[in-house]
């Protein structure tokens, strides 16, 4: 009943319609026996443990002493004595590098809010015009784009250091912002969503209201791609939150927390606990983003698939 | 989806379109089109770096010859890539399908379980899972993982040996134990998929069926499965690529080492002639399965 009033209005967000259609079939499909159930449950147990225990282990690792993470059989959960040490000996760590570890970190998010704003902002942009405009040579465009979802980054390593070097720019900031400039993940996602979610008809109606172009992408365009656009800030800020960039950058004072841990890390079997700690460090940043724009992820991320 | 052409907004379109669409057309072929031609021009060539400028000597067929004939592991190393994927594949697909199926339904902390699927996808990238992995792979099953520190700790064969098991079946189980983690860690974005081609399936469908009389075994089989068998070839496609590319892959990261120590024009040319080999043989997967299994379903 709910959706047919739903229905009857001329314009709705799609998203209603997936929530009422999401309700209607969760009601309709949940009809199993009791084998099905204690079949699916244990199914997903295991998974929910493969997926949790590394991240448990990795935590608890981190508050113990060294001696204890040693211990064979390893212990999962329980720390007999926990400690501070391996977080509080990190700047001891890096302190032959001259460099404080407050820099690496601020280095780190720098680089990461800088580029996943631009990064969303141009994507979506353009992501717009390939949609909704009919600009000549949107089609190759699109085609390229498909074309670099496949690609692997490696090949493209030495070639990017010579157009960086022709610019002058190696060994400075833009290293690790310009190339997201050409991340075609975001453009492909943002398109799609716009593809299915953004009527014709609304943007005719804004225009015939008066509303410019500018005016169009902001007031329109931009709420209702909200859950895409926190996908791609998820997705964004995870990939340049751990991207090392290979050859580009050689003072010290302009790395980031990645290749610090790389350097940690090699430190050998004394350094593991400290290993871990930056581990958990790591971590933190990418799962508080997505804690804060959870809602709306899973919704974009599923909106993508159903169009080719 | 198709698009209606209004003149009025097309005319407005064009003229701030490319505004809006010039940064992103500058950084693809700045950072993607120029790249991947000069790293064609690289499979032909000798590159050295002087001091001051970049030396491209044109040589013909030569590395790929010697990526082919004279590279002791390629060889080796793409048979291990194939093999992985021969089971890895299968296994992902299944699994997100039945995860997918699973979240896709009401249960009590369903939120909690989609979070945790959605989780592994977050962590699941760059330095921070290779680390978490090679622990974890150290940690519980040992095997199939690079040197890692934890692996210098632990000796996890001792701990099957002192569980009793011959070593025959010890080693089986490190590379079953091994293969359940990359499939899990590697199965979060199909199973977003497949949730996203679940929810689209309209309901009649299923209402038909089960007026119809039909099983739940025939439902799957001829409502779900069909349904969604062009996300099967869109998470097929992404399953793929993924596994052939991430750096776990023997030649990705055979080629990984080889650039590091300068030697770029092979390893493009071996990078270039794994794809080439991986097309080929995705393409020979894919012919048959499109017409004899997508045709049938539509």
New interface residues.
Partial sequence: MKSLLKRKKFFFRKSDK?KV??????????T?SKVGNVF?FL??GA??L??????I??VT?SFKPLDE??I???R?VVVVRPTFENYLSLPNLLSNLKIPLSRYVSNSLFVSIITTALYVF??T??A???A????KG?KT?FM??QF?????S???????Y??FSNLKMIDTYWVYI?????S?MG?FLMKQYI??YVP?AL??AA?IDGA???RI?FKIIIPIVKPCLLTLT?FGF??V????P?GTIFSEQLKTL?QV??QI?SG??A??GS??AV?VI??IP??LV?IIS?SN??EA???????? | MKKKKHAGVERLKSRYGLMFVTPFIIGLILFFVFPLISSVQYMFSRIRFEPGNTVITWTGLKNIKYVLFEDPHFINNVVKGFSTFAYSFPLILVVSLVMAIILVQDFKGRVLFRGISFMTVIIASGVVIEYVLKYQGADITGAGVETSIMEDMIDVESILTVLGLPTQISKYFQVVLSSIMTVIWNSGIQTLLFISGLQAIPDQMYEVSKVEGATKWEEFWFVTFPMLSKILVLVSAFTVVELFTSKTDRVVSSAYTMMQSQNYHESTAMLWVYFLILGIVIALIYIPFNKYCLKRWE
């Fill in positions: 997936v259609q999401r309700e209607a079939s969760a009601v309709k499909r949940y199993r699916y199914f997903l998974f929910g493969f997926s949790v225990l590394p991240l282990y990795c690792s993470i040693m064979f059989p390893p999962l141009i994507s942009m353009a717009f015009v390939l909704k405009g009919n600009l949107s465009v390229i784009i670099a979802l496949l690609y692997t490696y090949t493209l390593a030495v070639p990017q010579l157009v310009l190339p997201y400039l050409a075609t453009v593809d299915g014709n943007m005719e225009e410019g172009y500018f992408f998820l995870r990939d939150w751990s991207a090392v290979q990645p841990m790389a890390t050998g079997i350094r593991s290993a871990m581990t790591m971590m990418p799962i997505y959870q992820v899973v991320m599923s909106s993508a698939g159903i169009k080719e």
